[in-house]
């Protein structure tokens, strides 16, 4: 098991780095943070649930799932009016997107919490691995 928390946490520091300098745009602008979960489930999604009992909340937090591709549609997708700044951004999150599909096997994203405040956390199996990492992040919705 050591073993697999040492891998786990390399996992979450290559997480870091390839989300180093983005911020998800939102109310707040936030950055993003490597994680990684050592839990018993290693096939199919994981369930709000299974994600409630993971963080260790209580019945009454809110746990929404977003599609993945929905998630990051604002951030990824460039558009006529982008600036010659906002499509490197755009790149820069494609990069990501392409990172973490290559590292997570189907990738989820939950959003945890109230109606302003919400913890993102993008998370998936870690193929080849007995694992599960991601990033997480902070979103402010008015």
């Known amino acids: 098991m050591i073993q697999e928390e040492d891998k ?5 520091l290559r997480l870091d780095a390839i989300a180093a300098n983005l911020l998800y745009p939102s109310e707040t602008d ?11 489930k290693t096939e199919g999604a994981l369930t709000k649930e299974e ?3 993971i963080l260790d909340l209580p019945d009454e937090v809110p746990i929404e799932e977003r ?8 951030v990824a997708v460039p558009q006529d ?10 790149n820069q999150f494609q990069e990501m997107i392409f990172e973490l ?4 096997r189907k990738p989820q994203v939950f959003v945890v919490g109230g109606e302003v405040e919400k913890e993102v956390y993008i998370v998936g199996k870690v193929k080849e691995h007995n694992f599960w990492a991601g990033l997480k992040t902070k979103i402010v919705e008015t």
Not at 8 to 12: S, V
Not at 101 to 104: P, Q
């Open 30 to 40: 936030e950055p993003f943070e490597g994680f990684y979960w050592l839990i018993e």
């Open 101 to 104: 599909r290559k590292l997570l």
């Open 67 to 74: 599609r993945f591709d929905a998630f990051f549609y604002p």
């Open 8 to 12: 786990a946490a390399e996992i979450a």
């Open 51 to 53: 994600v409630r009992a």
């Open 81 to 90: 009016w982008h600036s010659e700044e906002e499509l490197e951004l755009v």
